[in-house]
């Protein structure tokens, strides 16, 4: 069977389903390739998985031809994501190999998830609904890493996770630089978890400071963990959700009061796809999410993109 694959909004970021699917397909004898648009009118392949992940971003510009199309991801399927792969599919060692080309980190490092789902159920987030509200182990560690010198983490709430011990001390032991890239829950954060936390060589971890309400119970948290560790700021990145249900008030106080207490404040933007150009919200990302002008201009009203800093 011929394959072809699309990684439809994909920047940088390779998509772990491609890389299963490719690494399922070539273990069956399969030939995989990159979907290429001009070459498919003369030998179409058989079939073809177009990823895509985001909502906002467009969909794959070319017609496809191909027997079989198979689409995937939240991006088509928003809020649950669409089917599932099969186990045998997504239990698979990624073919890291289909984004050396396109992706260079990636031969030195793996990615995956060590458990799925969130108990918290949060309106503004699709993890419930995708991955379910309980934080469970899906997978070891060895499933997707095979000795490469650096972990992305893409689970959603892992220390939420009953087997959080058992995963932490295979992180431990592997040896690399973890990264985990999602906003992990510090609000659930114990003297236990942050010993095991601080044995890992940590490239970065991120937090989350979503909801402004969390601000009496957060803030202690966030202090404990800092204190324990001693990390720099270049380690601890914390995603400040804005545009949900807060003032622009309330999220520079967010963004401050991180910068104080020694994090990388990060914003995302809800629904950014709908915030107008100039608007003063889409200003401040800008200006949180430089960290070289966030660096060197302390408030947002001395920033001034024109100069490019303030
Ligand atoms: S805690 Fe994070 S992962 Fe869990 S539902 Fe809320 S936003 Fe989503």
Not at 110 to 137: H, M, N, S
Not at 156 to 171: G, H, P, T
Request: positive net charge.
């Amino acid at each position: 069977m011929k394959v072809g694959l699309i990684d439809v909004d994909g920047h940088n970021f390779p998509s772990l389903p491609l890389m299963k699917i490719s690494a399922y397909h070539k273990s069956n004898g399969d030939s995989v390739e990159w979907y290429n648009p001009l070459t498919a009118w003369i030998s179409p392949p058989d079939r073809v998985y177009m990823s895509k992940v985001f909502t906002f971003t467009p969909d794959y510009q070319y017609p496809v031809n191909a027997d079989e199309i198979i689409k995937g991801g939240t991006g088509y399927s928003y809020p649950d994501g669409g089917a599932e792969l099969a186990s045998e599919i997504e239990h698979i060692y990624p073919d890291y190999s289909i984004y050396y080309e396109k992706i260079p980190a990636v031969r030195n490092t793996a990615y995956g998830f060590l458990t799925r789902g969130c108990p918290r159920g949060c309106d503004f987030c699709i993890v419930g609904a995708k991955e379910g509200k309980c934080t469970k182990k899906v997978a070891e560690l060895r499933e997707f890493w095979n000795g490469q010198k650096n972990i992305v983490l893409l689970d959603a709430n892992m220390f939420a996770c009953k087997d959080w011990r058992e995963l932490s001390v295979q992180l431990i032991d592997s040896g690399a630089w973890v990264n985990f890239s999602q906003g992990c829950d510090i609000r659930i954060m114990t003297e236990e978890k942050t010993e095991y936390i601080a044995r890992m060589k940590i490239k970065r971890i991120h937090f989350a400071w979503d909801r402004y309400e969390d601000k009496k119970e957060i803030i202690p948290q966030f202090e404990k963990f800092k204190a324990f560790t001693k990390w720099g700021k270049e380690k601890l990145g914390v995603y400040v959700l804005c545009n949900f249900n807060t003032t622009f008030e309330q999220d520079l106080e967010r963004i401050y009061m991180l910068r104080d207490m020694g994090y990388n404040p990060y914003v995302m933007l809800y629904e950014k796809e709908k915030i107008p150009r100039g608007h003063r919200l889409r200003k401040m990302q800008r200006w949180v999410n430089n960290r070289i002008i966030f660096g060197s201009c302390k408030r947002f009203e001395d920033f001034d993109e024109r100069k490019g800093h303030g």
